[in-house]
C-alpha cells in the first residue's frame, strides 16, 4: 500500500513538473510575442525615420551646420527630465541585473534625439536606440502585467532582443547579444525562448514594413594556408587594440567633456560646433551619421587609410557633447575601414579584412563573442563561419576588460576560470 502511495506521490509531482514547464512555455510565447509585435513596430518605425532624416540630409547637407542648435535642443529634453535619473542604455543594462527601474520617458527621449543627431550630422548609430527603447517597451508590458522581479529582468531583455532584431534585421545576433552584453562570462540563458521568440516576431514585422535585412555580398577569403591563418591572427589582434581605442576615446572624451564643460547645454553646442567644423575640414560628409554607406564600399575592398581614425574622432565628439543613436554602427564602420586597410598592407584580401575588421572590432568592444559570430552567419553567410568564430575568439580575448557600457559587468576573467565581476573599462 505504501509503495501504491509513494508511486502516486511520484506521478503527481513529474505531472506537476510537466505542468510547470508547459506552464513557462505557454506564458512566454504569449509574453514575448506581445513585447516583439511592440518592439516590432517601434523599432520599424524608428528604422523609417533614421532612413528619412538620412536621405533628407544627404540631400541638403547645410543641414549638419545646425548641429549645434540640434545638440541645445537636445540636452535641453534631458535636463527637463533629469528627475528620472540617468537615462541611457547603462539604465537597461542596471535593469537587468538588479530591480533597476526604467522609466517610461526613456522612450521617447532616445527617439527624437537620435533622430536629430541624424538629421543633423551627428556621428552615431541606433543600437543604442535599440537597446532603450526595447527596454523600456520590455519593462513597460512586464509592470502592466504584474510580472515578478525575476521575470521582469527576462521581459527587459525580450524588449531588447525585439528592437535590436528590427532595427538590424539580424534576429539571432539580437537575441544571443541580450543574453550576452549584460555580464560578460555568464549568460542568461533562462531568457533564452523569451528572446529567441521576441526577436523573430520583431524581425517578422519589419518585413512587412518592408525594412530589408542587414546582408552583404559574397566575399571572398583566398586560398587557405598557414601563411593566411597567421595574418588573420595578427589582424585580428590589431582590431582588438583598434576596439580598445574606440572604447576609450569615446569614454575619455565624455568625461572631460564633463569635467571641463559641465554646463550640459555649452557642451552640446560647442561639440556640435566642432563636428561642423571637422566636416568643413575633410570636406566631404562620411563622417556624418552612421556612415553605413563607407562600410558598404570598404566590404567591397574600398576605403581610406585614415577612415578609421576620423570615424574615431567624430563619434567620441559627438556622443561627448550628449547626442544620442548609440556606437556600434561607429564600431562597424571603424572595424571595416580598418580591417579593409590593414588587410591590404599584410596581403589579405581587402574586402575579407573588412568583413573580418566588421565582426573583430564589434566582439571587442562589446564583449559577445557569440553574438558576434551569429553576426557574421547573418550578414556575411556561412561560407567562411569558422574563420569568423576564430576571429571573435582572438578578439574577444586580446581586448581585454574594455568595452562601451559603464554598467557592463565582466563576471569572469578571459584569461582563465577566474571570478573578477567588475565593470568594463
Not at 548609430?125 to 527576462?154: C, F, P, W
Not at 567644423?277 to 562620411?286: G, I, M, W
Request: aromatic share 10%; glycine share 10%; hydrophobic share 50%.
Amino acid at each position: 500500500m505504501r509503495r501504491k502511495t509513494d508511486n502516486m506521490n511520484e506521478i503527481r509531482q513529474k505531472i506537476n513538473s510537466i505542468a510547470l514547464y508547459v506552464k513557462a512555455l505557454l506564458k512566454w510565447t504569449v509574453l514575448a510575442a506581445v513585447v516583439g509585435l511592440a518592439g516590432g513596430l517601434v523599432g520599424s518605425v524608428f528604422h523609417i525615420s533614421i532612413d528619412y532624416v538620412t536621405e533628407l540630409r544627404d540631400h541638403n547637407s547645410w543641414l549638419v551646420y545646425l548641429l549645434p542648435l540640434g545638440g541645445i535642443i537636445i540636452a535641453g529634453m534631458y535636463c527637463l527630465c533629469r528627475r528620472y535619473g540617468r537615462l541611457d542604455t547603462n539604465r537597461i543594462l542596471e535593469a537587468v541585473q538588479t530591480e533597476e527601474k526604467v522609466p517610461f520617458i526613456l522612450a521617447p527621449l532616445i527617439f527624437i534625439g537620435a533622430v536629430i543627431t541624424h538629421l543633423l550630422g551627428g556621428s552615431a548609430g541606433r543600437e543604442g536606440a535599440a537597446l532603450q527603447l526595447g527596454g523600456s517597451i520590455g519593462y513597460r508590458i512586464g509592470k502592466t502585467v504584474k510580472l515578478n522581479k525575476e521575470d521582469m529582468h527576462l521581459i527587459v531583455m525580450s524588449g531588447m532582443s525585439a528592437v535590436f532584431a528590427a532595427l538590424f534585421g539580424t534576429p539571432l545576433t539580437a537575441a544571443v547579444f541580450a543574453l550576452e552584453v549584460t555580464c560578460v562570462g555568464i549568460m542568461y540563458y533562462a531568457a533564452l525562448f523569451p528572446c529567441v521568440i521576441s526577436s523573430l516576431t520583431a524581425f517578422a514585422v519589419a518585413g512587412v514594413f518592408g525594412i530589408p535585412p542587414v546582408r552583404f555580398g559574397a566575399i571572398v577569403m583566398g586560398d587557405v594556408s598557414w601563411h593566411l591563418a597567421l595574418k588573420l591572427m595578427l589582424l585580428s589582434v590589431a582590431c582588438a587594440v583598434v576596439s580598445i581605442a574606440f572604447c576609450a576615446s569615446v569614454k575619455s572624451c565624455e568625461r572631460l567633456g564633463k569635467r571641463y564643460i559641465p554646463n550640459a547645454y555649452l557642451r552640446a553646442f560647442m561639440g556640435g560646433m566642432i563636428v561642423v567644423l571637422l566636416t568643413v575640414l575633410v570636406q566631404n560628409t562620411d563622417y556624418n551619421g552612421a556612415g553605413m554607406s563607407v562600410i558598404e564600399s570598404a566590404l567591397s575592398g574600398s576605403a581610406r587609410p585614415e577612415a578609421f581614425i576620423l570615424k574615431m574622432i567624430f563619434t567620441a565628439i559627438t556622443i561627448a557633447a550628449g547626442f544620442k543613436g548609440g556606437e556600434i554602427v561607429p564600431a562597424f564602420f571603424v572595424g571595416s575601414t580598418f580591417g579593409c586597410t590593414a588587410a591590404s598592407l599584410i596581403g589579405i584580401e581587402p574586402s575579407f579584412g573588412a568583413a573580418v575588421g566588421f565582426t573583430a572590432v564589434f566582439c571587442g568592444v562589446v564583449n559577445c563573442p557569440v553574438a558576434s559570430i551569429m553576426l557574421a552567419l547573418e550578414v556575411f553567410g556561412a561560407d567562411y563561419i569558422a574563420v569568423f568564430a576564430a576571429v571573435c575568439a582572438v578578439s574577444y580575448m586580446m581586448s581585454g576588460n574594455y568595452g562601451l557600457y559603464k554598467s557592463q559587468k565582466i563576471v569572469y576573467s578571459k584569461l582563465d576560470a577566474h571570478y573578477i565581476d567588475i565593470n568594463a573599462k
